[in-house]
């Protein structure tokens, strides 16, 4: 089991560039998580998918974000014109769904817009 | 300690010593979790205590829960060098979203 698989791990964009950021979950898993994490606001929940289906994105900045899962063993987390404030690492979490509580982080792809 | 709102709090001591850290919650909440973050690293799940348990080991790891008050704490005995990381509480449900605090940096230098 390799783990969350996210990529790139690192990617640099310049200002109004688009960035996609790609994420396998662990196989089996239903529940994919997208967080974002900075050192000023630490952990900040983006959106969640269950079963490949949108379940809650009460955290995704509208203009510009977007996410998506086309089948079960990949979501994909675009911004598009990107921005400075932008620049954080994008976690990506898997977990079972049925009463099961621990998330599963891949690395993170660090975002740096310059 | 930490919770949603505190600032992050940072522990420096030597390896071989123990610690505790402590945690704030909101919400009624069946579980906690802490989870455990190294550098350049996604969390990981350390523990969890359900609301039953008042107490949870493993290995070097002890969780408190103590609902009455929201709080829980995680000690490490016999901190090691490797134990240096952030650590995370969480008092989400099943299946949501983790909503951590700013954490507890701890540094284990030799």
């Known amino acids: 089991n390799a783990g969350v698989i996210q990529t790139p791990r690192h990617k640099v964009t310049g200002k109004g560039q688009e960035a996609t950021l790609w994420c396998e979950p662990i196989s089996g898993h239903s529940a994919v998580f997208w967080y974002r994490q900075t050192i000023v606001q630490g952990l900040e929940f983006l959106t969640y998918?269950?079963?490949?289906?949108?379940?809650?994105d009460s955290g995704m900045p509208k203009e510009r974000f977007s996410a998506q899962m086309p089948n079960q063993s990949h979501s994909t987390l675009k911004i598009q014109s990107t921005q400075p404030q932008d620049s954080a690492v994008y976690l990506c979490?898997?977990?079972?769904?049925?009463?099961?509580?621990?998330?599963?982080f891949g690395p993170g792809t660090r975002l740096t817009v310059l | 300690s930490q919770w949603g709102e505190e600032n992050l709090q940072a522990l420096s001591i030597q390896e071989g010593e123990d610690v505790t850290m402590n945690c704030s919650y909101k919400t009624y909440t069946t579980v906690v979790q802490w989870y455990r973050q190294k550098s350049g690293k996604g969390p990981a799940q350390l523990i969890l205590?359900?609301?039953?348990?008042r107490e949870k080991r493993s290995g070097r790891l002890r969780a408190t829960l103590d609902t009455s008050s929201q709080s829980s704490s995680l000690s490490i005995t016999g901190t090691l060098a490797t134990d240096t990381a952030v650590y995370f509480c969480?008092?989400?449900?099943?299946?949501?979203?983790?909503?951590f605090g700013q954490g507890t940096i701890l540094k284990v230098y030799l």
């Open positions: 969480d008092a989400t449900s099943s299946g949501q979203k983790l909503v």
């Open positions: 979490a898997s977990s079972l769904v049925r009463d099961n509580y621990e998330q599963y």
């Open positions: 998918f269950r079963n490949q289906a949108p379940i809650d």
């Open positions: 205590i359900r609301s039953n348990e």
